[in-house]
């Protein structure tokens, strides 16, 4: 089983950057991607990025040039950077750690308590 470890998210004014980090943990051999989630009051829980081992990316449109996801293999931790935040960027995220089925992907870690990220307009 894969856990994963979260940083502490935070409160910051539309425009400004945060950055996101998170650790994973246990039987990192069983996947090769991870994936970024983040869920908005009363929303679904979106995936909003995601890397491969290779270190191939894709974003929802939602975030594509503003955020970007990256991860050190070495240290097994996933980051994601993320600009230009706006008011609609008010969440919970997720780090997850997972396998592409094709092109589809499924997260396989146990879900954390997720970090809390707010934008004020």
């Known amino acids: 089983q894969v856990g994963v470890v979260e940083s502490a998210g935070g409160l910051v004014q539309a425009g400004e950057s945060l950055d996101l980090t998170c650790g994973l943990t246990?039987?990192?051999?069983?996947?090769?991607?991870a994936g970024w989630y983040r869920q908005s009051p009363g929303k679904e829980r979106d995936l909003v990025a995601t890397?491969?081992?290779?270190?191939?990316?894709n974003y929802a449109d939602s975030v594509k040039d503003r955020f970007t996801i990256s991860r050190d293999n070495s240290k097994n931790t996933v980051a994601l950077q993320m600009k230009s935040l706006k008011p609609e960027d008010t969440a919970v995220y997720y780090c997850?750690?997972?396998?592409?089925?094709?092109?589809?992907?499924?997260?396989?870690?146990?879900w954390g308590q997720g970090i809390q990220v707010t934008v004020s307009s």
């Open positions: 997850t750690a997972g396998i592409f089925v094709g092109t589809n992907y499924s997260p396989v870690s146990t």
């Open positions: 246990g039987m990192i051999f069983s996947v090769n991607a």
């Open positions: 890397i491969n081992r290779g270190g191939t990316t």
